[in-house]
């Protein structure tokens, strides 16, 4: 279900039962391909009423441990250090700021292979370009 660094990196943060609860997520998300708790809820596997189910989810996705430091920036480091143990080069990095459903996104990006793969970002409470403080915010947890 999960490459081999995702499942140890998993379990070096979460109990073994928020990992047992991320496993059955990742499951109803990959049959089901719904991604609200509502639906989720609905289908999730545990005997209980569907509220106890839903707002159970919700506590299980607002786990600290469930951040971007504890949990993508371990997977982002091992994903950057195997790509370049197969080849040596250097790291390129995108800043971008975009317009989303009323949002204003700062993001950086890694460039791999003319994509570009999000690895941390901000939401401006401001309309429009950032400054110099907005952008070391931005760059600073790299």
């Known amino acids: 279900m999960l490459p081999k660094f995702y499942q ?3 379990q070096n943060v979460l109990t073994p039962a928020q990992y047992k609860m991320l496993e059955i997520l990742i499951m109803l998300l990959q049959f089901h391909k719904t991604v609200t708790i509502e639906k989720l809820a609905t289908v999730f596997p545990q005997p209980i009423k569907f509220e106890s189910r ?5 506590r299980f996705l607002l786990l600290p441990e469930l951040s971007i430091q504890y949990i993508w920036f371990p997977l982002l480091k091992r994903w950057v250090k195997n790509s370049r143990q197969s080849q040596e080069k250097q790291l390129i990095f ?5 317009q989303w459903r009323g949002e204003n996104v700062f993001v950086i990006s890694l460039i791999e292979q003319k994509r570009a793969i999000p690895v941390y970002w901000l939401l401006l409470t401001k309309r429009g370009c950032s400054n110099l403080g907005e952008q070391k915010k931005l760059i600073r947890p790299l």
Do not use: H, L, V, Y
């Open 8 to 10: 140890n990196c998993f």
């Open 54 to 58: 839903r707002r159970s989810i919700q």
């Open 94 to 98: 995108a800043i971008d700021r975009t």
